[in-house]
């Protein structure tokens, strides 16, 4: 289970929060949300594997394609997404 504090350091970055706002409501490639984030391929891929590593994401292979969407969160998160989602700086 990952901590408060290291979710407020993961949400911290503005990247990361684009990530998710994206991967919230689709599932995507990681050459698909560099392409529309106008980002190499190398710096999503080092955001995402954060991101996975605090659980925010889940990882689906299909075949060589591994496609990535926002996780289920709990009651905290779901609070805690709300409030950096709703802020307009996005």
Do not use: C, N, Y
Not at 3 to 20: C, F, G, I, Q, Y
Not at 56 to 65: F, I, N, Q, S, Y
Not at 69 to 81: N, P, Y
Request: aromatic share 4%.
């Amino acid at each position: 289970m990952v901590s408060l504090s290291e979710d407020l350091e993961l949400l911290a970055d503005p990247l990361r929060v684009r990530l998710l706002a994206l991967l919230e409501g689709e599932e995507l490639t990681v050459g698909e949300l560099g392409r529309v984030l106008s980002l190499p391929q190398p710096t999503v891929s080092r955001h995402l594997k954060s991101l996975l590593q605090g659980e925010w994401l889940v990882r689906r292979t299909v075949g060589t394609a591994a496609f990535l969407r926002m996780t289920g969160l709990d009651a905290t998160r779901t609070d805690l997404w709300r409030i950096v989602r709703a802020d307009r700086a996005l």
